[in-house]
């Protein structure tokens, strides 16, 4: 699944939960997947990080043949906007082919201004936005991709991290992918038992075979 994904720009079924830390190459990822696309598909992105690069997403897609216009991008300013788009997602669905969804830094918006051992108590409106969407995945049968920041804390004497309002999207994604920093070059991507290391380029994410 995990090399599908960032090799071949298959999307799995269902609410894939992708959460690293900043130029992790999260965002590179979505705009990795839209690669996939066929003439007749389109994709959806909200941006809830509010920094869309038209010239980032031609430069990852211009030797895929998929054209910007294949793509809808709405950037989300503040959390109210958030909440009344996503509620509303079904709507765009009845207007083009959409291949998949995705939000990029879906709880950026939810921010808390104090980071904890444990998830603090999120409002209730992210945690309807993630049942929702959970909704439409299947009703629709239609992947959806979310983006996440991590938060880093000490635990038993090491660094530990954990994803932005983990355990609120732990009942909701089926799949999590869990971007770790090696060096200043090279991350490595983790799924269940499957690790595929990589690099961000200009072109989008290059898998790394021989690590060394």
């Known amino acids: 699944m995990l090399l599908d994904l960032l090799e071949k720009s298959i999307l799995p079924s269902g609410i894939t939960h992708i959460a690293g830390p900043p130029n992790s190459g999260k965002t590179t990822m979505l705009y990795h997947a839209c690669k996939g696309l066929k003439k007749e598909d389109r994709a959806l992105i909200l941006d809830c990080e509010v920094n869309f690069s038209a010239q980032r997403l031609r430069e990852i897609l211009i030797e895929s043949g998929v054209k910007l216009d294949y793509i809808t991008i709405i950037s989300l300013l503040n959390k109210k906007q958030q909440i009344k788009t996503v509620m509303k997602i079904h709507n765009f669905l009845s207007q083009a082919n959409y291949k998949f969804i995705a939000i990029n830094g879906i709880t950026d918006h939810f921010r808390l201004g104090r980071t904890d051992k444990e998830d603090r108590e999120l409002p209730k409106a992210l945690n309807l936005q993630l049942a929702f969407l959970r909704m439409i995945s299947r009703e629709y049968d239609i992947p959806i991709l979310i983006t996440n920041q991590v938060t880093a804390f000490k635990e038993e004497n090491k660094q530990t991290f954990r994803p932005v309002a983990g ?46």
């Open 167 to 212: 355990s609120a999207i732990k009942k909701y994604k089926d799949i999590e992918i869990a971007l770790i920093h090696i060096n200043r070059r090279l991350w490595k991507a983790t799924h269940e038992n499957e690790e595929e290391y990589y690099t961000i380029t200009t072109k989008g994410i290059e898998i790394i075979k021989n690590k060394n």
